[in-house]
């Protein structure tokens, strides 16, 4: 089944640390998207691809870094958590120009 | 500058009467309009979109959306509202910017529906 889907769904976690949150893709999207949103508010885009080895940087600056080694993955790494990092991240892929982002069901990050 | 607003940040609507949730648009060229609805610790699940023809535009469970040139404008309607429509809905426009197309989504509007 034609899906996206994100890893892990929640995770709390001490400042310092080094974390990896996944995002896969089976629709063989060309298009990748990270977004930052504290719950039940606006998202920012902080990372995105349009295809393998290409990432820019979104509207909001991040400390993040992503990956587009494949087709079907875009995962986001941290390398030092801190407490202002926590809030939730949700991965979007779509095709074409104007088609709809199909979006995965979000990693809520806590950091303590 | 491009953008998209959505006024409300929050819509109270009784169950079974109509609801309309309101978006407008500043774009330069012509806007590609979406709606996205969230559920509770939820990704956004796409509702519906207008890219060209029909300004009336049906989407998924029973929404629709009415594109209005001249008012900048992409109001997303309801008939009967359901207690389960209750939500957190975003407007986006997807715009030609430098580099390439991107997508603008508006700050969300809760919408509750009181059975």
């Known amino acids: 089944e034609a899906d996206i889907y994100q890893t892990p769904r929640y995770l709390v976690i001490g400042t310092g640390k080094k974390i990896t949150l996944e995002c896969s893709q089976t629709?063989?999207?060309?298009?990748m998207y990270w977004y930052q949103q504290d719950p039940g508010m606006e998202l920012h885009l902080i990372h995105y691809s349009y295809g393998v080895n290409s990432t820019e940087k979104g509207d909001l600056s991040s400390e993040s870094t992503v990956s587009r080694i494949r087709t079907e993955h875009f995962p986001l790494t941290l390398e030092s958590a801190r407490p202002s990092h926590t809030s939730q991240y949700l991965c979007?892929?779509?095709?074409?120009?104007?088609?709809?982002?199909?979006f995965g069901p979000g990693t809520r990050l806590t950091v303590l | 500058a491009q953008s998209v607003a959505q006024p409300e940040d929050q819509v109270n609507v009784a169950e079974g009467n109509p609801l309309t949730v309101k978006c407008t648009y500043s774009?330069?060229?012509?806007?590609?309009l979406f709606w996205y609805v969230q559920y509770p610790n939820r990704g956004l699940q796409f509702l519906l979109k207008?890219?060209?023809?029909?300004?009336l535009v049906k989407g998924s469970y029973g929404f629709e959306a009415e594109f209005n040139k001249s008012q900048t404008s992409f109001h997303l309607k309801k008939p009967s509202a359901l207690v389960s429509d209750s939500a957190l809905y975003f407007c986006a426009v997807r715009v030609l910017n430098t580099g390439g197309f991107k997508t603008i989504f508006g700050a969300g509007t809760r919408l509750f529906v009181k059975a």
């Open positions: 774009v330069s060229g012509n806007p590609y």
């Open positions: 207008y890219i060209t023809g029909d300004n």
């Open positions: 979007a892929s779509s095709d074409g120009t104007y088609n709809e982002q199909f």
């Open positions: 629709m063989g999207h060309d298009k």
